[in-house]
Every structure is written in C-alpha cells, then in structure tokens.
C-alpha cells in the first residue's frame, strides 16, 4: 500500500529479476565465471581468493599467509587492515559517506587538498581529488590544454610523452603511454596529438663510456628535436614519470635529466606535467619523487600511496601558475566526475597521510630502501640472468637477460617474470611480487618489481630478498 516505509516498498518490488539473492549459496574458492577477466599479459590463471589481508599479510581462502612484498601495484604503502584507517573511514561514512560536489563541498576534501598543498610548500595551491590513476592523468591532459585555452594559446593541442612509460588505462591516458601491449587492440581509437621520443633509460641506451652529462645532453636534444618537429607552439605539455614504474620496473632518470628537460619545456613554453601516479607519495623517499630532481612540475598526478588502498582516490596537483591563469580569467577547469572529492576517500588518504607523518615513515622509506638495494645487488648481481638492479625508496626493479653480455632479452613466449611471480606465490615462498613482461612489448627484458610498505622492517627486507633470490635460482635452473 501506498502509506509503506520506503525500505518495504522497495523489499516488495526487488530484485525484479527473480533469481533470489539470498546469501545463502556460497561461491566456491575457484568460480570466478561471472567476472569478466581483467587486464593480463599472461593468460588467464585462476587468482586465487583473499580472505583478510594484515600488515604485510594476505591470508588465502586455502589458509596460505602471503608476504606481500610489492602491495599490490606499489598502492598498500602503510600496509593492510590498519585500524585506524578504517575508523576514519567508517566515522566519516556515518557523518557524511557522499554528497555532490558541484552542489556542496565537505571538509574531508578541503582538509585533504590543503594538507596537498602545504606538502608542496605551497606551491600546488590547488588540487582536484578525483579516483583512479587514469582519471588524474586525463583530467591533467584536459588541465593543460584549457590552461593555454585560459592564456590565447588554444592551438596548444599536442603532447610529449616517452617510450617505456605507462600512464594509465583509459583512452587518452593509453595514448600518452608507451605500453604497447595494453594499447595494440585500442591502436584505432587512441588520440593521435601525442608524440613519443625515446626514455631515459641508462641500462638499454647509455652509450660506451657516456657521461651522465653526455646523456643528459643527448635526452634534452632529443626532446627538442620532438618540439621543433611537432611545431613548437602547438605543444600544451610533456609528461613523463620521475621514476617509471609499471611499464618497465623502476627506472629513474640520470641525475640532471629532468632539469635539462624542464628548460626544453620552459623554452618553448610549454608545460612539465609529471606522472607521479605510482613512483609518488613517499615510494622514492621524499613525498614527491621531483623533489630529488631539483624541478617542480606545473601539473601533477598522483595516486596509489595517497591512500594506501583503502579507498580508490588518485589527486591532479595544479601549481600558481596555472592557478592564477584561471583565476585571472575569472575561468574554471571545464571538468568533473561523479565520484570526485569522495568524503570517504578523502578522509582514508588523509589517515594514511596523517600516520606516515607522524610515524616518520619516509626515513624509514629512506633506510629500509638503502638495506634493499644493497641486498639485492649483493646477492643477485652476478646470476647471469640479472642484467640490471635499479630503483630508489622502496621502489625496486630488477631486469632479467638471456644475455648479460649483449642485453638480449629472452623470448616473451617463455613469460619468464610471469614464471618468477608464480613461483613466489607458490609454496614453499608464498610470496607477491610484481612482474612485468619485456617492457611492455619492446623487446626489453623482463621485470620484477619490490615495493614493500613504507614501516617494512629489516628483518621482512632479509625474508622478501632471500626468497627472492631463491625464485630466481629456482626458475632459470629450471629452464637450462
Ligand atoms: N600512471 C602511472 C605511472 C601508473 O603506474 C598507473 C597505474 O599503474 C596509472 C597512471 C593509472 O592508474 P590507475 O590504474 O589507478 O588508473
């Protein structure tokens, strides 16, 4: 009748459907028949099923304890299950779990925004919190091109971006990276104003007995080039990753690249927009990886670390410049997401921000990053299939070779750091690892990334490289 509570209006008509929804069939561990697979360079293997996840721990559906040594892709940076996330997350659910913000602001967001400013030193004065790594890049692309739009330089509708880069899933953000395997399929539909000039990557493209000046040099020529081909005054931005990540496993840049590459950018006016989606946040040992460059971005992407994976929240950092452009032209940025400013998601990033801080967590970042980068070298450097250990922070990527003489890669077929990561997550190890396949599609060696939370201990550091270096006795002894 028309005078019922809402709640048993809606119990009588639901679901309309039919088949019943009661919880009472449980899924069994392998059904996964009504996912649609996911994303994967390497088949498709059954996942296997999380029941609760602490500290460094994942626990499986078949009692196993993972170590998880790479929290997911870089994201877990305080670890799994801290309770005082949670409790901030659920106490602002109960005050306010959403509202609209193009009607109402929340102070969840403008704590979280002023808190991404002052970790600037102010000079983000702006930040729009948005959900994922993808969205943050897009609307960073939209931010510069409207920039300019703002400034009378509409015609500003080309991008730089690198080989070897990955920025993100979505089809702008796939057009600016360099992943060829995630883009092959989507080749048609991808936008057609980004151009991609070589990485920096001192591994693969070092000449012999080039200097770091020399390298330096040669990267920012090559970045020039690009702008006097493309028409300089038609590029809105250059965006690159501090320290690239996804697409081919922890590879900063040379020490004066990004200075070299700023003053391109600042010469032909263009803007220096970086990816710090996942090298961001305290992974490298400062909050922001540039802050080891010596360069500030006028844009910035964040996301991963910001809220350690409690909630999905990503953030476009936007510098004065921009900012007073917009505000100068009394303008605002022509964007906007359903989700974006979630009060629940600001609220978890800002736990998360809030216990790294006053735990002091980046010096141990700092420490804990130096103990396992010297582990590493010192037990995997000389196995004939390690052709590179580079990383910074808690960000680590080892490179494997069939050849250490010439780099020769190994066959993608044989899906070598796929094999690497199965293994760990196997018993006797029961370890995650993070692993990509021959950079991407590019012929490069295959990699494994290490990226454990930022309060790891020595004593997890020892564990995690010595079952480590044991997957990797164990998988090339297995192939000779
Ligand atoms: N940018 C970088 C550097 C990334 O590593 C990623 C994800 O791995 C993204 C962007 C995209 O982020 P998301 O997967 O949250 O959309």
């Not at 659910?93 to 913000?101: C, F, G, I, R």
């Not at 030193?121 to 897009?138: N, P």
């Not at 809030?354 to 804990?368: E, F």
């Not at 995650?432 to 939370?453: E, K, T």
Request: with cysteine; charged share 20%.
């Amino acid at each position: 009748s028309s005078d019922l509570p809402l709640g048993e209006k809606v119990g009588t008509s639901w679901p309309m459907l039919g088949s019943s929804i009661e919880p009472s069939a449980p899924i069994p561990e392998h059904d996964q028949s009504n996912i649609l697979p996911p994303t994967t360079e390497t088949g498709t293997d059954k996942r296997p099923l999380v029941l609760e996840a602490r500290g460094n721990h994942i626990r499986l559906a078949d009692g196993r304890d993972i170590l998880d040594a790479c929290g997911g892709a870089a994201v877990a940076c305080i670890g799994h299950g801290v309770e005082e996330v949670v409790d901030a997350m659920v106490a602002q659910a109960a005050k306010v779990s959403y509202v609209a913000w193009g009607f109402f602001d929340n102070p969840s967001r403008r704590e979280l925004s002023r808190w991404l400013s002052q970790s600037s030193g102010g000079h983000f004065t702006k930040s729009y919190v948005t959900c994922s790594g993808s969205e943050a890049i897009e609307g960073a692309m939209k931010l510069a091109h409207e920039y300019f739009v703002w400034k009378g330089e509409p015609q500003r509708i080309n991008y730089i971006s690198r080989a070897e880069s990955y920025h993100g899933i979505t089809l702008a953000a796939l057009s600016l990276g360099g992943h060829l395997i995630r883009r092959a399929p989507f080749e048609p539909l991808l936008v057609t104003n980004v151009h991609r000039i070589p990485a920096c990557n001192s591994y693969r493209q070092r000449l012999p007995g080039e200097i770091d000046e020399d390298f330096v040099l040669r990267k920012a020529a090559e970045l020039d080039k690009a702008f006097i081909e493309i028409g300089p005054d038609t590029v809105a931005a250059f965006v690159a990753e501090p320290v690239v990540g996804a697409a081919s496993g922890c590879i900063p840049s040379v020490p004066g690249y990004f200075k070299a590459i700023k003053a391109v950018c600042d010469k032909h006016g263009a803007l220096l927009v970086l990816d710090e989606v996942m090298c961001g946040m305290g992974r490298t040992g400062t909050l922001h990886a540039w802050e080891q460059e010596g360069v500030l971005p006028d844009i910035q992407a964040v996301g991963k670390g910001l809220a350690g994976g409690y909630q999905p929240v990503s953030a476009i950092l936007v510098s004065k410049k921009i900012v007073d452009m917009m505000e100068s032209k009394q303008a605002s940025f022509t964007h906007g997401h359903t989700y974006q400013d979630h009060p629940v998601g600001c609220a978890a990033a800002m736990k998360v921000q809030q216990i790294i801080q006053s735990n002091d967590l980046l010096a141990n970042v700092r420490t804990q990053g130096q103990y396992l980068e010297h582990l590493l070298r010192s037990k995997l450097r000389s196995h004939p299939n390690v052709g590179d250990i580079r990383g910074r922070g808690l960000f680590w990527g080892t490179e494997f070779v069939r050849d250490k003489e010439t780099k020769k890669p190994f066959d993608p077929k044989l899906q070598i750091s796929h094999r690497l990561h199965e293994r760990a997550l196997r018993p006797p190890y029961n370890m995650a690892l993070y692993y990509g396949q021959g950079c991407a599609g590019q012929s490069r060696g295959d990699h494994v990334m290490i990226m454990p939370a930022y309060n790891v201990t020595r004593d997890v550091i020892e564990t995690i490289v010595d079952k480590f270096t044991a997957v990797v006795h164990e998988v090339f002894d297995g192939l000779a």
